[in-house]
């Protein structure tokens, strides 16, 4: 295995590695878990440079090849999330749609090239899932994500986000995604979305599912997300 | 009388020699402080060498003296009359000038103990509860702010000053000191102040 | 009934035998005594409650490590800057504990320490740190609080500088592996961002979680570091804050 470098030199590429399986003594090993893909040529007119760096400056909070991080708060994996997905988050951001001071100042500064850029580095990444969350109710996870919950009208999950998770266009990928940040959206939903009612906007579609699901179903379906490649 | 005028041209012919007095600090520390404390203030056991010790130290320990906060015997005995007349302004000169003259190793302790002085100072020992000391008084035993500086001083003072604390005298010393000292043994207080003495 | 703190220990042991002294000069002596003798069983119920968990190991290892890191284990500024353990999460410092033994942060004072600690007295210890919230040392310029505040808080995202409470807490008050800041030693924290690669992740065979701030603390200049280190050194979040180590 090749020796591990964290001070790239802006401009190099990122090289592939695979993380050594069982490794996640401590969390630092999980979180080191080194997947770097080969980025698409910088799109627009944003120097690479410039590009790479502001990818870092992402990094820094949301893990290691965007794979997500526990902070103080869970950050979430944005490492292959449909570009659509995450320009409508980012302008949700800065339209106070969706509340978070931290996610604010950083969409506020963002030019559309660079949105760009960023969005389809993040698309191709590709890091295995941090995992880490309780296992002991996967499989009533994967049943409501692929059957929902005809009692509480709930729809299966994978008739907008795909049999995989993967997402498509606005709606988000879930495959892999941190136990504790889909646990923590689908509780409070409704606090942090949507939150300019003179603007309604597609997170109004998760509301009454959000709503229905109860705890133990929502941890469930969290868990088995979790693990998903 | 005779004795008393040789001992007295001879200690003024040899503060000149040292230190032609021109300010006021120093004209007051030749006329009384280097009579017990040695020519350049490098310490006459049993008073300690003051050259190049931390000035926030000795400004304090002066107010200490002057309050009777630090009360051990030698204290009382010498200091505390010694430091009555030394006002704040004073003290705060004298102490800037005491830290502008040069250390001098006292050089008196027992060499073959040098070895586990260094150990518990520069290591501590972690498995007796003996925190290095390096920490707080810096590697070469020169001290900071208002932690005193330990290297050069004589052994009998350093063993002393530990032993002090261990009889009780818990007045006018830095908090965690009178743990540090409750954890040494005789013989490792021997050999940190033998090891100390030659300490530049 | 929550066991008091060392330190509240030892200033109510204090009081109340400051209280007995007093008793027993001025009250007379028959009196005096009785008084006297109820106070002596009282400090020793409060010294007994504290200590009723800790064996005598552990106490003696506790008093070791306040020799430096301060009475509270609220750091102290000796020759070179101590830091504040107190509040500190455990798994944080089992973390550190851990590196300096594998060399991966270098102290070659920290290397011995952690050497003499099982891992019994390392749970006893960092639950023990864990559960103090003595007042911040302080002594940071104040006039930088502010500027640090803003960096902490919204990081500079026009230069790329992640906000600390992303993953510190809005209270840097730390979580899991992620250190609190809150209260810790301006001098310390100084020399630790601008000496990051110097001293943490040393061992390039076993890359550690030192990586995460790396690009952090490169990214910060000196001022922006030194806003920063005044601002967590002033914080002092109450016990219930959430994160906060209870």
Not at chain 1, 29 to 44: C, E, I, K, N, T
Not at chain 2, 20 to 45: F, I, K, M
Not at chain 3, 23 to 47: D, E, W
Request: charged share 15%; proline share 8%; glycine share 8%.
């Amino acid at each position: 295995m090749k020796p591990m470098n964290f001070r790239r030199p802006q401009g190099q590429h990122r090289s592939t590695f695979r993380s050594p399986a069982g490794t996640a003594l401590i969390l630092p090993a999980a979180v080191l878990a080194l997947s770097f893909s080969s980025p698409a040529a910088a799109q627009g007119n944003v120097p690479k440079a410039e590009a790479d760096a502001k990818l870092r400056y992402c990094e820094v909070c949301h893990g290691v090849s965007a794979q997500g991080f526990h902070g103080y708060y869970p950050i979430p994996r944005l490492a292959g999330q449909p570009t659509e997905y995450l320009k409508n988050q980012l302008q949700a951001f800065v339209e106070h749609r969706r509340t978070s001071n931290i996610m604010f100042n950083v969409g506020h500064v963002l030019s559309p090239a660079m949105i760009d850029a960023l969005t389809t580095d993040f698309n191709q990444l590709n890091p295995k899932p941090l995992g880490g969350a309780p296992k002991e109710n996967i499989d009533e996870g994967k049943n409501i994500f692929e059957n929902g919950v005809a009692a509480g009208n709930v729809p299966a999950c994978a008739s907008c986000h795909g049999p995989q998770a993967k997402g498509n266009g606005p709606f988000p990928r879930l495959a892999g995604q941190l136990y504790d940040y889909i646990t923590a959206k689908l509780t409070n939903w409704e606090k942090e979305r949507g939150q300019n009612p003179a603007q309604p906007d597609i997170s109004a579609v998760m509301q009454p599912i959000a709503h229905s699901l109860t705890q133990p179903q929502i941890k469930a379906v969290a868990a088995y997300l979790s693990y998903l490649e | 009388m005779r004795g008393n005028g040789l001992k007295a041209a001879v200690l003024i012919a040899f503060c000149w020699i040292y230190h032609p007095a021109t300010s006021d600090a120093e004209v007051l520390a030749v006329r009384n402080c280097n009579w017990c404390h040695g020519g350049s203030a490098s310490g006459y056991p049993p008073a300690p060498a003051l050259a190049a010790q931390r000035p926030q130290y000795v400004e304090k320990q002066l107010a200490n003296f002057r309050t009777h906060t630090r009360d051990n015997p030698f204290a009382r005995q010498y200091m505390w009359g010694a430091a009555r007349n030394v006002d704040a302004q004073s003290a705060r000169e004298l102490a800037l000038y005491f830290a502008s003259l040069p250390p001098r190793a006292a050089s008196d302790g027992v060499p073959g103990l040098v070895g586990v002085g260094r150990t518990i100072y520069q290591e501590g020992m972690p498995e007796a509860n003996i925190v290095a000391c390096v920490v707080c008084h810096g590697p070469n035993g020169e001290g900071v702010r208002d932690i005193p500086r330990l290297g050069g001083l004589d052994s009998t003072y350093l063993k002393r000053r530990l032993e002090q604390w261990n009889q009780g005298y818990h007045a006018a010393v830095g908090p965690p000191m009178i743990s540090i000292a409750s954890k040494l043994s005789d013989d490792q207080i021997e050999a940190l102040a033998s090891y100390l003495s030659f300490v530049k | 009934m929550r066991a008091l703190n060392s330190l509240q220990a030892e200033r109510t042991s204090r009081t109340l035998v400051r209280a007995a002294t007093w008793t027993l000069r001025s009250v007379g002596s028959r009196v005096g005594l009785a008084a006297g003798a109820l106070t002596i069983v009282l400090v020793g119920a409060v010294s007994a409650q504290h200590r009723i968990s800790l064996s005598g190991d552990i106490q003696a290892k506790i008093s070791y490590c306040k020799d430096c890191h301060g009475v509270s284990a609220q750091g102290f500024n000796g020759y070179y800057p101590i830091p504040r353990l107190a509040g500190q999460q455990p798994e944080y410092i089992e973390n550190q504990l851990r590196a300096f033994i594998e060399h991966r942060r270098t102290n070659n004072i920290m290397f011995n320490v952690a050497h003499s600690l099982s891992p019994a007295m390392i749970n006893a210890l960092t639950a023990h740190f864990a559960s103090l919230n003595p007042p911040p040392i302080g002594g940071a310029p104040r006039r930088l609080v502010a500027t640090g505040r803003k960096i902490f808080e919204d990081g500079m995202p026009e230069v790329n500088i992640a906000a600390c409470a992303a993953c510190h807490g809005p209270e840097a008050t730390g979580s899991g592996q992620i250190p609190r800041l809150a209260g810790q030693l301006y001098p310390y924290m100084l020399k630790t961002l601008n000496n990051w690669d110097k001293e943490r992740g040393r061992n390039p065979t076993v890359p550690d979680a030192a990586a995460i701030m790396s690009p952090v603390a490169h990214s910060l200049n000196r001022s922006q570091i030194e806003a920063v280190a005044a601002f967590v050194s002033t914080l002092r979040p109450p016990r219930g804050t959430p994160n906060t180590v209870q």
